[in-house]
């Protein structure tokens, strides 16, 4: 399968505790993009990389939250010292980086705070 | 500010009764109005691109087109398999995408 992969595909945590997700893209696309989506609502933009390199970052990404690419390939978002309210669905999406391109999705991973 | 505003929020329609699905945006420097499918639990899922208006884009029942401030998504003749949320999203300068908070079909056997 050469889509977006992303694992776990879901988590269950205790407040506080840290989790990581990682997302591996299509392997031709060099640009990643995190976002994450609540019940009824539409993705909401995290973050993204051009290769290695993170160039934007939500307003609404909390110091409790980094991300990484290393080597342009598969990426990570960790969040420490979780809160209920991170709880949400957490999506990986690639590009070819075309000043167009489409995002290509993963299946997402679940976080459910407990 | 900048917005993305889908309708109707929900839909219902009876297998074969076409309807048609709604997203405005104000935005400056539209670079792109891109269509998604959600189905529950999983990622969106890339239906169309459009980039200029007046352009539409077909596939099997699904024809979206594009205005200066809106893009229609019009379903013809529906089935139960076309039941999901739609989503659409658009890409402003810094190769950021904004989605709307998306129309969610069920389509009636």
């Known amino acids: 399968d050469t889509g977006v992969s992303q694992d776990p595909r879901h988590k269950i945590t205790k407040r506080g505790q840290n989790v990581t997700f990682r997302c591996d893209p299509i392997?031709?696309?060099?640009?990643l993009y995190w976002y994450r989506q609540t019940l009824g609502q539409g993705p909401e933009f995290l973050t993204y990389f051009q290769n290695e390199a993170q160039l934007e970052k939500s307003r609404l990404l909390s110091d409790r939250f980094s991300a990484e690419r290393p080597k342009g390939s598969f990426s990570t978002l960790e969040i420490q010292r979780t809160e209920q309210g991170d709880s949400a669905m957490y999506l990986c999406?690639?590009?070819?980086?075309?000043?167009?391109?489409?995002?290509?999705f993963g299946e997402g991973s679940r976080l459910t705070v407990l | 500010e900048d917005q993305v505003t889908q309708s109707p929020e929900a839909l219902r329609l009876q297998e074969g009764e076409s309807s048609s699905l709604n997203c405005s945006y104000t935005v400056s420097g539209l670079r792109g109005l891109f269509w998604y499918r959600q189905d529950p639990g999983k990622g969106p899922e890339f239906l169309f691109t459009?980039?200029?208006a007046g352009e539409e884009k077909e596939k099997e029942r699904l024809k979206a087109t594009l205005t200066k401030k809106e893009s229609f998504l019009h379903i013809t003749a529906p089935k139960p398999e076309d039941s999901a949320t739609y989503l659409c999203?658009?890409?402003?300068?810094?190769?950021?995408?904004?989605f709307g908070t998306g129309t969610s079909l069920t389509v009636i056997p």
């Open positions: 459009l980039y200029s």
């Open positions: 999203a658009v890409l402003l300068g810094g190769n950021q995408f904004y």
């Open positions: 999406a690639s590009s070819l980086g075309s000043d167009t391109g489409e995002l290509f």
């Open positions: 392997s031709e696309h060099n640009r």
